[in-house]
């Protein structure tokens, strides 16, 4: 079993829907999540970073973390076309530095 | 966010050659960065781990004669692929560690022929 799980996809939605991805993860002691955009051909871009579980908003954007049930949540609302990408969630114990990946889900906003 | 560069961002090299790879954070000063592989539709692979002024901590796998890291300021390190095969063409990702996150490159793309 892999320390963070994550749905492959692909997923494809319509303009405007709200879009929820989601991972899971199996090491309690992570305490630190994020979420990264990665467009093709392109590095991982940092969108949401969230310390241990709550609630995280930044625009479009809301990041959900609950440690009693190992589950992370990003949220997209009125997703556009160029949201399109793959989107990784990354979890970190304290401490530690290295990241542990999920293995990223395509997204696809259709016009 | 902070700002890392990565450069070439795309090199075609032919078999037997040595490829070097540069990582600079431009805005902010890493102690440690990170080298990721990548292949097609899947996600990062970490391949080491370099502290600025020490020696790199490869992930069990990687060959670290193969692939040199060096992190010698705060805000370079370079990978060098040496003797590259076509196996090792792949997509080349650096982070630098900015508090309790990581920044990523724009990635290099590796074609050896």
């Known amino acids: 079993q892999k320390e963070v799980e994550q749905d492959p996809g692909p997923l494809s939605v319509p303009e405007g829907a709200i879009v929820s991805l989601n991972c899971t993860y199996s090491n309690s002691a992570f305490q630190y999540f994020m979420w990264y955009r990665q467009y093709s051909r392109k590095g991982p871009e940092l969108l949401m970073y969230t310390y241990s579980s709550g609630n995280k908003e930044d625009g479009r954007f809301t990041a959900q973390v609950d440690k009693s049930s190992k589950y992370i949540s990003l949220f997209i609302r009125d997703s556009q076309p160029s949201d399109s990408a793959t989107y990784l969630c990354?979890?970190?114990?304290?401490?530690?530095?290295?990241?542990?990946f999920g293995q990223g889900t395509r997204l696809t906003i259709n016009p | 966010g902070a700002v890392v560069s990565q450069h070439p961002s795309r090199v075609i090299c032919k078999s037997g050659t040595s490829v070097k790879i540069e990582c600079r954070s431009l805005d902010f000063q890493a102690t440690t960065m990170f080298w990721y592989r990548q292949f097609p539709k899947q996600s990062l692979m970490l391949m080491a781990t370099?502290?600025?002024?020490?020696?790199?901590?490869?992930e069990q796998g990687v060959e670290k004669d193969k692939f040199l890291i060096n992190h010698a300021s705060l805000t370079l390190s370079t990978l060098t692929v040496t003797s590259a095969h076509p196996e090792d063409s792949s997509f080349y990702i650096c982070s630098g560690s900015a508090g309790d996150t990581q920044y990523f490159g724009p990635g290099t793309r590796l074609t050896v022929l």
């Open positions: 370099s502290n600025e002024g020490s020696k790199a901590t490869y």
């Open positions: 990354a979890a970190r114990i304290q401490g530690a530095q290295k990241l542990v």
